[in-house]
């Protein structure tokens, strides 16, 4: 059974990009990439300097990671990155991706992860001509074989270079599924390259990733300064409030609505009046929040479909004639895992 995917792949796309991945003049797209991408290794240089150190600091490994990917006509190259796990972690990942829990990172691999910083020394692949700066991401031979070959129009991508930043990278989330991500991909590896719109998707990508490292940094400051909160202070950073987010206990013959409190990838908090039953075991829950494109846009509403179980339950803290419901959830589908991820947790960059 296929996964279920977006009718139109633009859905979860920005609109205001209309250009495409394919490269109308070849030459000309090769001698801005390594003027764009000259300039920007000059104006990362700082960087090149700090990281290094950082990762030495950290844990004495080597500095930068290097790792065969599939390029045009799915050539393989060498593509660079900041070590961010462990010297052994590809022994222990194989082929397979990094999964939740696996306590790979370094010291500071994960901030180097969140704040995307670890992809910079990808500029030098694009100076080589590896790589564009603009184009679909590149991806491992194994995970090709493993996960992604037999996804219908995948390989339009091998017809181009992969790119440093990618459609379906910058606007959805790290993580989503391989289908959804490469239907997006698929339709820009259709539409032609416009330069005015590549340096505008470059700028907002930068821009995005500059607001992104500036709240991580915020981020891994404010946990240096609270070390010693406790185990429900630590659940409830971990733990998003959507507003205007509702929750509806479904079941063969009817609905009941709930306020949605909080949620993560794991579980979510349901407040429901004291006079309803408690939910059913397992019980099916549709997610609703009224949301836009985290970088802007119309809000629509924005549903989730997730199987669940019930872990806790409590009179609400502070509320007469309410409880609180703690359940466990599953995505119903991929799809309904990478709209959670977009519109309820945002862990899209835009």
Not at 1 to 19: C, I, K, N
Not at 45 to 61: H, M
Not at 187 to 205: E, K, P, S, T, V
Not at 244 to 270: K, M, P, Q, S, Y
């Amino acid at each position: 059974m296929h996964a279920q995917v977006p009718r139109s792949p633009t859905e979860h796309v920005a609109p205001r990009f209309s250009g495409g991945y394919r490269k109308l003049n070849t030459l000309t797209s090769l001698v801005l990439n390594v003027l764009v991408g000259t300039l920007l290794l000059i104006c990362t240089a700082p960087l090149f300097v700090l990281i290094p150190i950082a990762i030495k600091l950290a844990d004495g490994g080597p500095v930068l990671y290097s790792s065969i990917r599939l390029g045009r006509h799915k050539r393989p190259f060498a593509m660079y990155k900041f070590r961010t796990l462990k010297p052994d972690a590809d022994r222990i990942i194989g082929a397979t991706l990094l999964g939740r829990g696996q306590r790979l990172e370094t010291p500071i691999g994960h901030f180097l992860r969140e704040t995307r910083i670890d992809e910079l020394p990808q500029l030098i692949n694009v100076i080589k001509g590896d790589m564009d700066l603009i184009g679909p991401r590149p991806e491992r031979p194994e995970i090709y074989e493993r996960l992604c070959r037999h996804i219908p129009g995948y390989d339009l991508r091998f017809q181009t270079r992969p790119g440093l930043i990618g459609y379906a990278q910058l606007f959805t989330p790290h993580g989503s599924p391989k289908r959804i991500r490469s239907l997006i991909d698929s339709f820009y590896l259709i539409r032609n390259q416009r330069i005015g719109n590549d340096r505008r998707l470059l700028a907002y990508a930068l821009w995005a990733l500059g607001l992104r490292f500036l709240r991580t940094l915020l981020d891994a400051l404010r946990q240096r300064l609270r070390r010693k909160r406790t185990h429900d202070e630590r659940r409830l950073r971990d733990r998003i409030a959507p507003d205007n987010g509702r929750v509806w206990l479904e079941d063969d013959e009817h609905a009941r609505a709930c306020t949605l409190v909080d949620l993560n990838d794991e579980a979510v908090l349901i407040r429901c009046p004291s006079g309803h039953p408690p939910p059913p075991q397992p019980v099916r829950l549709r997610l609703e929040r009224q949301a836009s494109h985290p970088g802007g846009g119309v809000k629509k509403r924005r549903i989730v479909r997730c199987e669940a179980q019930l872990t806790m339950q409590r009179p609400s803290p502070g509320l007469e004639g309410y409880h609180d419901y703690v359940l466990q959830i599953r995505p119903a589908t991929p799809l309904n895992a990478f709209k959670l991820q977009k519109y309820f947790l945002l862990s899209s960059l835009c």
